[in-house]
Structure formats: C-alpha cells, structure tokens
C-alpha cells in the first residue's frame, strides 16, 4: 500500500496530465473557430466591396478587384463566384482579366 503522500503525488500527476491532453485538444479547436468567425466577417465585407465596384462600372479588372479587398487575386476569383456564380471573367483590351456580372449581361 501506497503512503498518503505518495498516493496524492500521482494524483496530482494524473490531474496534470489529463488538463494537459483537454488544453492540447481544445486550444487548437477553439483557435480555428475563431479565426473561421474572422475570415467569414473578411469575407463579407469584401463581397460588399466587390458588388459596390462591379455595380459602378460594368467591367472590372481582377488587379483592381482584388487590390480593393486587400485579397489575392484567387482569392478574389472565389468570393466573385459566391457573389454571382453566373458573373464571368472576361479578357481586357490590355490582356488583363476582368469581371463583370452576369445581370450586366441581360
């Protein structure tokens, strides 16, 4: 049989090492949520910045687009298709690529 104080030792090891396991679980999970709330927001007002520009003139090069919401121009690309799936790239005078959405079209 163990001593009392030596019982309490491993206890408190074993408490140390379960808090240990909970943390190294949860502080991963719980920085991806966060960091998924922010990138939603971002997303947003980007998509909000994209539709104010596009509806200001008809064409829109992906440079200027992507330069305007502070995103790369992939990234650019996806946000214009989750704005208007039907809006399409087209090619500038200038060999640029632009957009322009698909409601402009009709």
Do not use: Y
């Not at 502080?27 to 927001?41: C, E, I, V, Y």
């Not at 440079?63 to 996806?78: H, M, Q």
């Amino acid at each position: 049989m163990l001593p009392i104080a030596e019982l309490s030792l491993w206890a408190a090891a074993g408490v140390a090492v379960a808090s240990g396991l909970v943390s190294g679980f949860l502080s991963p999970l719980l920085l991806n949520l966060q960091t998924g709330r922010k990138q939603k927001k971002l997303d947003r007002s980007a998509r909000e910045m994209l539709l104010r520009k596009l509806e200001e003139r008809d064409i829109c090069s992906l440079e200027r687009l992507s330069r305007a919401t502070g995103t790369t121009e992939e990234d650019c690309k996806r946000l214009l298709r989750e704005l208007d799936p039907d809006g399409h790239g087209v090619r500038l005078k200038d060999g640029r690529e632009g957009w322009t959405l698909a409601r402009r079209d009709e």
